[in-house]
């Protein structure tokens, strides 16, 4: 089993910034690769991003160019920055490892209101 622990979401007024965290518990944390996916009220969960294991990344039409996410292999941590953010960018964060079984995280809330 690998156990996903994330942090970092907050209350944030538009335009502000935000860095999640993610830390797995696995010796095998660089051949994985990573997702984040975010959940809002009455909506379907999303990806969007994803980084490969040797750093490829991917992003949601919706947030690329805000949003950056990046891997510290020797922590064993996936980061997203979220930069300029939206009202709409109000969900519950999830961090995911799609292969070889799709493990998630508890979530992490962030909340972009004025």
């Known amino acids: 089993q690998v156990q996903l622990v994330e942090s970092g979401g907050d209350l944030v007024q538009p335009g502000g910034s935000l860095r999640l965290s993610c830390t797995a518990s696995?010796?095998?944390?660089?051949?994985?690769?990573f997702e984040w996916h975010r959940q809002a009220r009455g909506h379907q969960r999303e990806k969007v991003a994803g980084?490969?294991?040797?750093?490829?990344?991917d992003y949601a039409d919706a947030v690329k160019g805000r949003f950056t996410i990046s891997r510290d292999n020797d922590k064993n941590t996936v980061y997203l920055q979220m930069n300029n953010l939206k009202p709409e960018d109000t969900a519950v964060y999830y961090c995911?490892?799609?292969?070889?079984?799709?493990?998630w995280g508890q979530g992490t809330q962030v909340t972009v209101s004025s």
């Open positions: 995911h490892i799609p292969i070889p079984v799709n493990y």
């Open positions: 980084i490969a294991a040797f750093g490829i990344t």
């Open positions: 696995t010796n095998i944390f660089s051949i994985y690769a």
